[in-house]
Structure formats: structure tokens, C-alpha cells
């Protein structure tokens, strides 16, 4: 076979020639890399929430671990689901020698089990390739801050653009390609023809092709072949009749709006959004999602306020009496706030005898525990819901010191992913945080 950047793997289908294309190999580059209802058991979705700029410890993290504590201010608005929440405080990203690269390295170490940048993928893709398949969408990026910028992203670094409005979400999950699964008239998209797949049909090559390589080489093939699979997947389910949803109905197409920077405008778009994305959950658009009330810099500003969120974590002093910055605890509140209306949207859909909550695994953090530092020790984490079963709540776990990658490794574990060991260098771990698997 003769192998070159632009070559084809061919082969026949429905009586026709068919050509895939390839990615672009290592062989090819120099020697400098430079050139529900029919009796299935009930889906288990998984999902991510971000906020900057991380917390007041005074008013986050409670005063007793276990199931016995009370939820300090900031959080408050859990308690009518405290029991589907467990709160993970006193877990660190360590350097490694490596510099901190401030809003940044922080997710990395949690979302990437790594500190610096490099082409690993983040730990919701690695869900999503096991748990994200069967729907129209492999997962869901949403930004309420109006911004396309996402934490997740695949081996080669690159990250999953967000959607920037609750117009934008809406459109794309209900707007074209969606099928009501309780209508009584079902119109598969005529465009859609994958009953075949045409990794079967070139098959010969593809074989020829994968002995022909290296074994990065291979790595990067099969990757890329899986993932042309699951693309073939997700299309033919346009071909399928949705199973009914009991309770389901379509929501309105929310009303356009501005989006920005300004919290008021942030906490309206968060709470529109959230509602999208239950409903996008509930009728099984997708089983995986990343949302971002905030960036890690938080750009949030009040009205009227010349500095955001992050420049006063830096400007403001703290209040003499009370010992904390008391302008980025109002930021902080909302922020819980926001994944308060996240968690009771989930809640308030029922699934047979549970919620869609119950049925899904929602994982949360910032970047960074004392924003003015930047600090990566004790940066808050937080799990909501219980996986289908699959995970333990209603209480709150310190990690005292322990490294934050082993709540990725467990999140990948409740989740089906065959993993054992997650992480690099002092942040690799093959310890799971236990009393949160069922």
C-alpha cells in the first residue's frame, strides 16, 4: 500500500465506491512534528460545572465531615437536596516543580490529572467515549457568560466549543434534526443513510493500513476510526423512532436576550440554560454535558462596578469583622446559586420512581481555593446526583491534602470507564474516593 498524506481507503457500498480520508500521521511529518420506555434500563448521565475564582472557606466548607454537618451560607441553596450532595474539600493540585499558571493549572490538575498543558484529554471526554454514545449529541458544551470557552477537550488539546446563549443551546438541540419522541408522526432525515458503515466497507484497507504504520501511528488510526463509528452511531439514531418519555414536552424557544459579563445577566441566562439542558437530558439528546457559570479569571462585574470578579479578589481587603472579602462573596454566592438551579432543574424531572438528578452524576469545582493567592490547596469540589445508583451522597468528605485527581478517577469509575490509574507524576493515582462509590 502506498502510503502518503493524501491517500484514500476505498471500498463499496449499497452498490457503490466509497472513500474515507485519514488524519494526519506522525509517518507523515518530518522529523520536528512541524508540517427508555421499550424496557431498557434508564440512561445515567454525566456533567460538569464550573465557577472562578474559588471561595470563602468560612462560608463554604463545612465544620464536620461525614453525614452529620451543616451547610455553611454559601451552601444553602443545596438543602432541599442535601442528601444528593457531597461536599469534597481539603484536595490539592500539586506543581511538580512546574510553574502555576494562575486560572489554569488548577483545572488542568483536576479536569486532566495533569499541571502542564499538554495533549491529554479531559476526564469528561473520556466519559463521554464511553457513556456518551446511543444519543444525537455526544455531549453538550454550554457558557453562560456568553463565551464559546469550554474546560473540555480530547488528546490533542483542542477544546469543545460552548454554546454561548440559551438561543444558541436551544437552537441546537431543538431547533433542526430534533424528533419529538412522543409525536405520533416520526420523519427520519432523508440525509441521514449510515445503516451501513463504511468502515465495514473498507475494511480491507483499513487492515492493510493499520499493519502498515507505526504504533503511535495505530494509536492515532484507532482513535480516529472510533470516532468515525460513533459519529456513524449517533447519525443512524435519526433513522430511529425516539421511544416515548413520559411527562415530556418540548420547551418554548426562550426569548432572545443579551448576553455578557454583568452577574444579573449571567444568574437570567444560567438559570434558561440549566432548564435547556434538563430537557436536553430528560428526552436523551444527550447523556454528557460541561457547563460554565464563570471562567476561571472570573470576567463577572456587577452594574456599575468598573472591576470584575477576579480584580477585586486581588483589590478588595477583607472585611475587618468578618475576615473575608465580602464583594467576591456575593460572586461566590451566585455562583452556588447558579448550580443550585442546575441541580432542582435535574430534580424537579421525574424518572419513573427517581429524578432525572438520581439518574445522573454531576461533578463541580473552581480553579482555585483562595482566589487572591491563587492557591491550588483545597480547591472546592463538589459531586450532585447518584448516578443511577452508581454514587454516594449526603455527605462531606475532606481530603486533607490528598490530590484532587482522585475525584476525576472516580467520576471516570461510577461512570463505566475501565480505568485503574489516572493522573501524571505525584498527581497519578489508582485510589478512588470509596465512600462515594456505591
Known amino acids: 500500500m502506498k502510503l502518503d498524506r493524501r491517500m484514500l481507503l476505498r471500498g463499496a457500498l449499497g452498490g457503490g465506491t466509497v472513500m474515507l480520508g485519514l488524519p494526519l500521521l506522525d509517518m507523515f511529518l518530518d522529523g520536528n512534528g512541524a508540517a427508555l420506555a421499550s424496557g431498557r434500563p434508564m440512561p445515567t448521565r454525566f456533567g460538569t460545572f464550573h465557577w472562578g475564582c474559588g471561595y470563602q472557606s468560612q462560608l463554604w466548607v463545612p465544620g464536620k465531615t461525614g453525614a452529620d454537618f451543616e451547610m455553611p451560607e454559601h451552601l444553602k441553596p443545596f438543602e432541599p437536596i442535601r442528601k444528593k450532595v457531597a461536599i469534597l474539600s481539603g484536595y490539592n493540585v500539586n506543581l511538580d516543580g512546574s510553574p502555576n499558571q494562575v486560572h489554569s493549572t488548577g483545572n488542568l490538575g483536576i479536569r486532566n490529572g495533569v499541571v502542564a498543558p499538554g495533549a491529554t484529554p479531559s476526564f469528561d471526554t473520556i466519559i463521554a467515549g464511553v457513556a456518551g454514545t446511543g444519543t444525537r449529541f455526544r455531549s453538550l458544551e454550554t457558557n453562560a457568560m456568553g463565551s464559546t470557552e469550554s474546560l473540555s477537550g480530547g488528546a490533542a488539546g483542542a477544546r469543545n466549543p460552548s454554546e454561548p446563549s440559551p438561543m444558541a443551546l436551544y437552537a441546537r438541540v431543538f431547533g433542526d434534526g430534533f424528533q419529538d419522541p412522543n409525536a405520533g408522526v416520526f420523519k427520519p432525515d432523508p440525509k441521514v443513510m449510515v445503516r451501513q458503515s463504511i468502515l465495514s466497507a473498507v475494511k480491507d484497507d483499513r487492515k492493510t493500513m493499520m499493519f502498515s504504520v507505526g504504533a503511535a501511528d495505530r494509536e492515532r488510526l484507532d482513535q480516529y476510526f472510533t470516532s468515525v463509528r460513533q459519529l456513524e452511531q449517533q447519525l443512524a439514531l435519526q433513522l430511529e423512532k425516539p421511544a416515548p418519555i413520559e411527562n415530556f414536552v418540548p420547551p418554548k424557544r426562550p426569548a432572545e436576550k443579551p448576553t455578557g459579563t454583568d452577574i444579573a445577566l449571567v444568574v437570567e441566562n444560567n438559570k434558561a440554560m440549566v ?154 493515582t489508582n485510589r478512588p474516593i470509596n465512600e462515594l462509590l456505591a
Not at 464583594?327 to 435535574?346: E, K, N, P, R
Not at 475525584?407 to 490509574?421: D, I, K, N, R
Open 275 to 428: 432548564q435547556i439542558l434538563a430537557l436536553a437530558l430528560a428526552s436523551n439528546q444527550t447523556k454528557i454535558f460541561n457547563h460554565m457559570f464563570s471562567n476561571s479569571a472570573s470576567n463577572l462585574r456587577r452594574a456599575g462596578d468598573t472591576l470584575t470578579h477576579h480584580e477585586h479578589t486581588h483589590e478588595e481587603l477583607d472585611d475587618a469583622k468578618l475576615g473575608y472579602q465580602t464583594i467576591c462573596s456575593g460572586f461566590t454566592a451566585q455562583s452556588m446559586q447558579g448550580l443550585a438551579d442546575l441541580a432542582l432543574a435535574l430534580d424537579a424531572i421525574k424518572e419513573g420512581d427517581r429524578t432525572l438528578l438520581d439518574n445522573t452524576l454531576i461533578f463541580a469545582h473552581s480553579d482555585t481555593s483562595h482566589a487572591k493567592l491563587h492557591q491550588l490547596d483545597g480547591i472546592p469540589m463538589m459531586v450532585l446526583g447518584n448516578a443511577g445508583g452508581k454514587v454516594k451522597t449526603g455527605m462531606h468528605l475532606a481530603g486533607n491534602g490528598d490530590v484532587a485527581s482522585r475525584a476525576g478517577l472516580t467520576m471516570q469509575m461510577a461512570m463505566g470507564v475501565p480505568v485503574e490509574t489516572w493522573g501524571a507524576k505525584s498527581m497519578q
